[in-house]
């Protein structure tokens, strides 16, 4: 035996609202607002009052220098209130897998690691946290956030809001409706492989309304030829999947968000950073607690099930792990460990590599990529889900944290 159990009776101080209600607060108001009220509902509180700092955006100024814990810098930004949840539920572990913890946790601290939180068949074998960070504790992701987003995809298409990911965006961007764009698929821009080229960095952060911008992303190449890891793209698929659910009576894709997926989940306090438009940025901006991230990870793990129900369907986990045309190591906005590179690369011409100093043990995983450590994986074979914050270092090395602590379960 590994580890001994007991309940983490901390995790059940977190249940603070009931998710009732959450669907019962539809916004009328159609795809227009992104801030519409929404009729009165019993813990949902209406839309406009989760917003804050609509106008006092982020300056460019607050930007340079901010680390994953500055989240206050992150403006403007929509509340996602907290939901019932499943306490978490703990276990001591022994012999080589407290080694290999006590190794991990090490590692990840060596390069500026915040939090740490590893869990075997749904239970916590460790949880630590460094620079202040506690479990209360709310960090910028950064990219894990485009992960996050394919689950609403899955979830938007059983509903029926999208039809199929081999639809052409055209379907739902009117804009590019006779235009070459326009026949892009939904599954090339969620497996980044479009074909659209750069768009202006500075104004994907600091536009009022970024939707415009990434409209004018312009074609620069054939679909499904290159991988082209792009924020544009994020954000061109957050504006399609928003104007679809705001005519189905959403108020925003981030209510969306917060009673399809974080409610359901039992997902705790958490931010959004959105645009001054009250617009969902879809590339990143999810700013949370690891444990919060661990649920999204355990909802992974167990083919979308969560707090008792199925949320994503099982299907569309399948088909968020399986790999892309362009990029075996992509699949669905995650990335896939099946294939090995000693550096993973954005793109051919991002000159940022990550390193991965030898091939991941489980060729299962699936885990979602912050800017500069932030990780969730996820190893359905060993039943790990294994979440780690830092601040950002380019050094991390992807493969060290999954196949440390697999080895000690041989």
């Not at 949880?127 to 950064?142: C, P, R, V």
């Not at 326009?182 to 497996?191: A, E, N, S, V, W």
């Not at 199925?310 to 399948?318: E, L």
């Amino acid at each position: 035996m590994k580890f001994a159990r007991f309940a983490l009776t901390t995790a059940a101080t977190l249940v603070l609202a009931s998710c009732a209600g959450a669907n019962a607060g539809l916004s009328e108001a159609g795809a227009d607002s992104a801030i519409a009220a929404v009729p009165s509902a019993p813990n949902y509180p209406d839309q406009a009052a989760l917003y804050s700092d609509l106008d006092n955006p982020m300056r460019p100024e607050e930007f340079q220098g901010a680390t994953i814990l500055d989240v206050d810098r992150y403006r403007p930004t929509y509340r996602l209130t907290s939901c019932a949840a499943d306490p978490f539920l703990q276990a001591i572990p022994l012999g080589d897998l407290k080694a290999a913890l006590t190794e991990a946790q090490a590692y990840s601290e060596q390069f500026g690691g915040v939090g740490l939180i590893v869990m075997l068949n749904g239970e916590v074998m460790h949880e630590s946290y460094a620079q202040g960070a506690d479990e209360t504790t709310l960090t910028a992701s950064a990219s894990q956030m485009k992960s996050v987003l394919s689950l609403l995809y899955g979830i938007a298409i059983e509903q029926g809001h999208i039809g199929s990911i081999d639809d052409p965006i055209d379907e739902y961007l009117d804009e590019w409706k006779g235009d070459l764009r326009g026949k892009i698929t939904l599954r090339q821009m969620l497996t980044m492989s479009t074909g659209l080229g750069q768009t202006d960095f500075i104004q994907l952060i600091f536009a009022p309304d970024v939707g415009p911008v990434v409209l004018e992303a312009p074609l620069a190449g054939k679909p499904d030829s290159e991988f082209n890891y792009s924020n544009a793209v994020s954000k061109l698929l957050a504006i399609a999947l928003e104007r679809r659910v705001t005519q189905a009576g959403y108020a925003s894709l981030s209510q969306y968000l917060h009673a399809e997926l974080w409610c359901p989940m039992g997902g705790g306090e958490a931010l959004l950073w959105v645009d001054a438009a009250g617009k969902m940025r879809g590339y990143a901006g999810l700013h949370a607690t690891l444990r919060d991230w661990a649920k999204v990870g355990e909802l992974i793990r167990n083919q979308g099930k969560a707090n008792g129900r199925q949320i994503v369907p099982q299907s569309w986990i399948a088909e968020m792990a399986r790999p892309s045309i362009a990029n075996a190591q992509y699949g669905l906005h995650v990335w896939l460990g099946q294939e090995w590179t000693a550096e993973r690369s954005y793109s051919q011409a991002n000159p940022i590599k990550i390193k991965h100093s030898e091939p991941f043990d489980a060729k299962d995983i699936v885990y979602f990529d912050g800017f500069g450590g932030q990780r969730v994986y996820v190893i359905p074979s060993d039943g790990l889900t294994i979440v780690r914050s830092g601040l950002v270092n380019l050094e991390f090395d992807d493969s060290r944290l999954p196949n440390i602590i697999g080895r000690a379960l041989d």
